[in-house]
């Protein structure tokens, strides 16, 4: 370590570099470890509810460490809770190594369970540090406000959407893992590979995102109207997506459609790495369209509507028995998946733009606390309709979610840096 304290400080990109390749192993291993669980109890006979139930602390412990993780970071810095979540994953992954398919019911779920909590933890410290930490290392320009938001806007998207693009990645990878080496040798592999990771966190500097003045703990709930409408829309949105794609889209493609593990988990990975490119690219999609600076509340309100009609015609097709349902169901998907990254990218973007460098973690870790309790919401409504309505009504359920998140849209200011350049919001 003391070799380490006297090195050269880092620049501002090799510090964004290192948190997203950190960021990008984590994803993997997130990715993977889904499909993973879902597939391998769902062969053991287990249904879409109690499969559902196995993700059930992993989303609500998400909420609590957004909610405390921000504040951690604020008085201690990104660097600890970014290898806190890190560390955490590797240990949430050699907790399932152990887990035999001659265990009872009951202690199986309840012990996966227990592991999923530990990984919710690990998976919301370390997106609430890497998204924190791009605020806090993008270079201020206080004589040139446009310049520096349209910066802060494509930093943004090329992190959200490579991460998950990797995800899709991921989902595929737990899907060929499962095939190749089972269940349990698959999660000792990620668990080494995500080590290996942490190792290059190593030399980010302690001070990442501390805020000088240590904020109180009712800090936690003092938010900007800005900061609480889009975290209401993104409850929304969030759930939106999760009432189909957690558990009922991967059982309906296997048990309806008559699809292989490995081809269900490579269609969801194909989904999620194309809604990561996608992702990625809004800001040069926005200037191919004629739109060199970043999103206002116009385009947070435009892409929720385009979003709403999509889930609907999906379960309109399916209930009408329009061709053959796999390919309305994977081209509406794909369709979803595009409309879809444009709201979740300019989302991220604009949680960074109603915040400050200084209070960014504690305003992010509120955000994304919303988000989490979305995906808690849509995870459980995505096993509890499928088993009364199947796909149809999950579809119905995500539509009605998304008119809820352009509800909220409506309400939104106009972040305060986009209020003093006047002209970056279309």
């Known amino acids: 370590m003391a070799l380490l304290s006297q090195r050269q400080p880092l620049s501002a990109l090799q510090q964004y570099a290192i948190v997203t390749a950190n960021y990008w192993a984590f994803t993997l291993t997130d990715g993977a470890l889904r499909m993973l669980v ?6 053991l006979g287990y249904s879409t509810l109690e499969i559902a139930f196995l993700f059930l602390f992993y989303e609500f412990f998400g909420i609590v460490t957004n909610l405390y993780g921000g504040w951690l970071g604020a008085r201690f810095g990104l660097r600890l809770t970014l290898w806190s979540g890190t560390l955490l994953q590797v240990a949430a992954l050699l907790l399932l190594i152990p887990v035999a398919d001659s265990w009872p019911k009951w202690w199986s779920v309840a012990y996966v369970m227990v592991a999923q909590a530990i990984s919710g933890i690990a998976k919301d410290l370390n997106k609430m540090s890497a998204k924190s930490a791009i605020k806090t290392v993008v270079p201020e320009t206080p004589d040139d406000h446009s310049r520096g938001e349209t910066q802060l806007f494509q930093w943004v998207a090329i992190l959200t959407g490579s991460k998950n693009a990797l995800k899709g990645v991921g989902f595929f990878l737990g899907g060929v893992l499962l095939t190749t080496l089972g269940f349990n040798a698959a999660v000792g592999a990620m668990a080494a590979g995500l080590f290996l990771a942490f190792l290059l966190t190593l030399v980010l500097p302690g001070d990442l995102g501390r805020m000088k003045r240590k904020p109180a703990f009712t800090a936690l709930f003092s938010k900007s109207r800005g900061i609480n409408v889009l975290s209401l829309a993104r409850f929304f949105l969030f759930g939106a997506r999760d009432v189909w794609f957690v558990v009922a889209l991967p059982v309906f493609l296997q048990a309806a459609l008559g699809w292989r593990y490995w081809e269900v988990g490579g269609f969801m990975g194909l989904w999620v790495i194309g809604y990561g490119i996608v992702q990625g690219a809004v800001p040069a999609l926005r200037r191919c369209w004629g739109q060199s600076g970043p999103p206002g509340v116009a385009a947070v309100q435009f892409w929720s509507a385009v979003l709403t009609a999509i889930p609907a015609l999906i379960a309109i097709s399916l209930w009408r028995q329009v061709g ?6 994977v081209v509406g998907l794909a369709a979803f998946g595009v409309v879809f990254a444009m709201n979740s990218s300019i989302h991220s973007y604009m949680v960074l733009a109603y915040t400050d460098a200084e209070s960014v973690s504690l305003n992010v870790g509120f955000y994304y606390m919303a988000n989490a309790a979305g995906r808690l919401v849509g995870t459980l409504l995505s096993g509890a309709l499928f088993l009364v309505g199947g796909l149809q009504a999950c579809l119905w359920c995500s539509a009605l ?18 209020g003093l350049g006047q002209g970056l919001a279309a």
């Open 324 to 329: 053959h349902p796999g390919i309305a169901v």
């Open 401 to 418: 979610q998304v008119a809820l998140a352009w509800a909220a849209g409506t309400r939104l200011p106009v972040p305060p840096r986009q």
């Open 38 to 43: 879902v597939f391998h109890f769902h062969q």
